[in-house]
């Protein structure tokens, strides 16, 4: 039941790629779009882990169950209440953005989930989760995490300019998309600046943010910029294309990964799905949002976008159309051939 956490050693949930995120506040609509992106693409069952404000959890649960059979079955979920195990609950609360600290806790909860993929509630899945799910096999036997740079380029980036505090490489990470193996990370002893030995990550995470407080400006992600510093042997760095958001454009186009490839997973931070200031982010965004679920996603999908683009072509991120459409029309073309295929075999039996 919804609520209620599952086991690991159900079958479904070893079977499952999970996936959670943190909701509080007004943040309601964009983590169900945000997750509508997950099951639209991915082809591997799905299991959500939604921690949400009491008032939040009811319409998730509602909203959740009026989307149609065919999709609720490709997924489960379970709502669970923002809790923090060590220190002052408001404090972690109030740490930069409502509730974006209870991410910090995930290995602490989920004690029966091996591994995960965290995102922010304003991220865009532009392929499938199995993608970014396969990336965990890449791991070498000290990484942990995996996360994509803060910024490409050093002078132009905000750690490498303003941070007061250690922070991972030359430029820093974004916590905004993060796959993390959680039984590596429970069982890891963390080098830290507070004492000589290791400390467990339940241990280090209030001492640190004690130690450093005044000198974060972006909380949680900040004090993972910090743990990574001291450790950096334990995270995986994944190229930008995993974690594409708006300053990837608007200085001129600097992420060479979602130039290639096109763009992955789309992290539409600063509120620009909300505002006038990037209407390329915000155009996928209501694309997505507006999908009626039964219907051709390329003619419902695909071709809206590329007509709303086609009004954007002025900005600086509009300027680029094929960094946003190569790899979604990629995965809609896989999406169709794999319906195609299953019709088929569905009515030709050999």
């Keep these: 039941k919804p609520g209620e956490q ?17 909701a509080c506040g007004d943040r309601l609509e964009e983590t169900l779009i945000m997750l509508k992106s997950a099951v639209l693409f991915s082809n591997r069952r799905l299991c959500f882990h939604i921690f949400a404000e009491d008032s939040l959890k009811p319409e998730f649960g509602k909203k959740l169950k009026e989307w149609p059979s065919s999709y609720t079955k490709k997924f489960e979920y379970n709502i669970y209440p923002i809790t923090f195990s060590v220190g002052n609950a408001q404090e972690w609360k109030k740490l930069f953005k409502p509730c974006a ?3 910090l806790f995930l290995p602490v909860i989920l004690k029966d989930v091996d591994s995960l993929l965290y995102v922010d509630t304003d991220v865009l899945f532009l392929r499938p989760i199995d993608d970014i799910w396969h990336i965990l096999k890449e791991f070498n036997s000290t990484q942990l995490a995996a996360m994509a740079p803060e910024h490409e380029i050093p002078k132009i980036g905000w750690y490498s300019r303003f941070a007061r505090h250690p ?40 001492p640190l943010y004690q130690k450093y407080k005044n000198y974060i400006t972006w909380g949680d992600q900040d004090l993972l910029n910090i743990i990574f510093y001291f450790n950096p042997e334990c995270l995986y760095v994944f190229p930008c294309q995993w974690n594409y958001r708006p300053d990837h454009c608007m200085y001129g186009s600097n992420c060479k990964g979602a130039e290639e490839e096109g763009v992955s997973i789309l992290h539409g931070n600063r509120g620009v799905y909300h505002d006038d200031k990037q209407p390329t982010f915000k155009a996928l965004y209501e694309v997505i949002r507006d999908f009626p679920f039964e219907d051709n996603l390329f003619q419902s999908l695909y071709y809206p976008l590329q007509s709303k683009f086609l009004d954007t072509v002025h900005t600086l991120c509009g300027r680029i159309p094929q960094v946003f459409l190569k790899q979604i029309e990629k995965t809609m073309k896989k999406v169709y051939e794999n319906r195609v295929i299953v019709y088929l075999g569905a009515n030709h039996r050999y």
């Design 6 to 22: 599952k086991h690991s050693k159900e079958p479904s949930s070893l079977q499952c790629m999970h996936l959670a995120v943190v």
């Design 101 to 103: 600290a209870q991410r």
């Design 167 to 206: 922070y991972y490489g030359t430029t820093g990470i974004n916590s905004g998309v993060m796959l993390m193996n959680l039984t590596r990370i429970r069982n890891t002893q963390f080098k830290n600046s507070m004492i000589p030995s290791g400390l467990t990550w339940e241990e280090m995470l209030y």
